[in-house]
C-alpha cells in the first residue's frame, strides 16, 4: 500500500483481525453486487469506502422517483439513469482509487458465467425470487460465496452460503426451486426505508469477514431482523445431501 491508502484505511489497519494484511486482501479482492437498489444502496458503499479493489454493480432497472425513500445511491438527478450506472456514479465520488464497473443488465447464466470467475465474492441484492435461484446455482457453480439479503416491509434476513464449506446449504436447499412462491415486491407491499440500510449493511459487513477472514460468518444461519420489534432473531440451517443444485457439488 502506498501513503495515501496506510491513511485512507488507518481505521482498518489498528484492527488486529483486518492489520496490513487483511486490508491488502481487500485490496486485491473483486465483489460483484447483484442488484443497485435499496440492499445494494447500503452494501456497496461500505465495500467501496472499505477499499475493496474492484466492484462490479449489476442492475437492468432505471431509478425512478419512489426509490429515492431507501435507494440512498441514486438521487433526483439520476431518476431515469440505469440504477449500476448512478450507483456508480455515487460510488467513484466515495472512493476514486478502486475499480468500479456498472453492468446494465438483468442478471443470466450468460452474464455470471464469464464474470464470476474473476470475482471473490457475490452478493444478492435483488428482489426476485427466479433471479436469486440463478445467481445462487451461478455461485456453485463456481464455487464463490454467496451474501444473500431480503428486506419487505420491516422484516429483513441476510444468509451466508459457501459451497466451499461442506457444511454450508446452499439457496436452494432453503428455498427449492420446484416449488412456486408468489412474487412480493416493495412496489405491493411497501419497506421501512432505514430496513434496507441494516440488511444491506451486514451483507457488507459479512463480505468483508468473508474476504479478509477473521470471525465467524453466517455460513449455516440465517439472521432475521424485525423493525418492528427491534429484535433479531437466529435459525439454524442445514445443507440438504440430496438438493437439485449442491448435493453433488461438495
Known amino acids: 500500500m502506498n501513503d495515501e491508502q496506510l491513511l485512507r484505511y488507518s481505521r482498518h489497519l489498528l484492527l488486529e483481525e483486518?492489520?496490513?494484511a487483511g486490508q491488502e486482501k481487500l485490496l486485491a479482492s473483486h465483489a460483484v453486487i447483484i442488484g443497485a437498489g435499496g440492499l445494494g444502496s447500503a452494501a456497496a458503499p461500505y465495500l467501496a469506502a472499505a477499499g475493496i479493489g474492484k466492484l462490479t454493480l449489476v442492475d437492468h432497472d432505471q431509478v425512478d422517483l419512489t426509490n429515492l425513500?431507501?435507494?440512498?445511491?441514486?438521487?433526483?438527478k439520476t431518476i431515469g439513469q440505469n440504477k449500476?450506472?448512478?450507483?456508480k456514479q455515487f460510488?467513484?465520488?466515495l472512493n476514486s482509487t478502486i475499480e468500479l464497473i456498472a453492468v446494465e443488465e438483468r442478471a443470466s447464466?450468460?452474464?455470471l458465467n464469464p464474470l464470476l470467475p474473476t470475482a471473490q465474492i457475490v452478493l444478492d441484492c435483488t428482489d426476485n425470487y427466479a433471479t436469486r435461484q440463478l445467481i445462487n446455482l451461478a455461485c456453485v457453480e463456481h464455487r464463490l460465496p454467496l451474501v444473500s439479503g431480503a428486506a419487505l416491509r420491516f422484516d429483513g434476513q441476510v444468509n451466508v452460503f459457501d459451497i466451499r464449506s461442506p457444511e454450508s446449504p446452499c439457496y436452494a436447499c432453503i428455498f427449492s426451486?420446484?416449488?412456486q412462491f408468489e412474487e412480493t415486491n416493495c412496489a405491493s407491499m411497501g419497506v421501512f426505508a432505514p430496513l434496507v440500510g441494516i440488511i444491506g449493511s451486514i451483507q457488507a459487513a459479512?463480505?468483508?469477514q468473508l474476504l479478509i477472514g477473521f470471525g465467524d460468518s453466517l455460513i449455516g444461519r440465517m439472521l432475521l431482523w424485525n423493525a418492528?420489534?427491534?429484535q433479531i432473531d437466529e435459525i439454524r440451517l442445514k445443507r440438504n445431501p440430496e438438493c437439485s443444485v449442491c448435493g453433488n457439488r461438495h
Open 18 to 20: 483486518i492489520d496490513v
Open 69 to 76: 425513500q431507501r435507494q440512498v445511491m441514486h438521487s433526483h
Open 84 to 87: 449500476a450506472v448512478s450507483g
Open 91 to 93: 460510488l467513484e465520488q
Open 109 to 111: 447464466a450468460k452474464l
Open 177 to 179: 426451486p420446484e416449488e
Open 206 to 208: 459479512q463480505a468483508l
Open 228 to 230: 418492528l420489534t427491534t
